[in-house]
């Protein structure tokens, strides 16, 4: 690909392209090490090195896995 020959548009857009593809796999990639548990349990998982990712707040966690 030679982008002297390209137009800023189409530069724009294969830019566009290229970060949406890294975040999409990066999302993906993140959520395979994603699971929801009850509050009640997170103490339990935090001492086994687990991390909050979110709270939903509908008494769901997602944790990330050490």
Not at 5 to 19: A, D, F, H, V
Not at 22 to 32: H, M, T
Not at 36 to 60: C, H, Q, R, T, W
């Amino acid at each position: 690909m030679d982008i002297s020959e390209m137009s800023n548009e189409e530069i724009t857009q294969k830019i566009r392209e290229k970060l949406v593809g890294s975040i999409k796999e990066n999302l993906v990639k993140n959520a395979k090490d994603q699971f929801a548990i009850n509050k009640d349990k997170v103490e339990d998982f935090i001492s086994k090195g687990f991390e909050i990712v979110a709270d939903l707040g509908n008494g769901k966690i997602i944790m990330k896995m050490p």
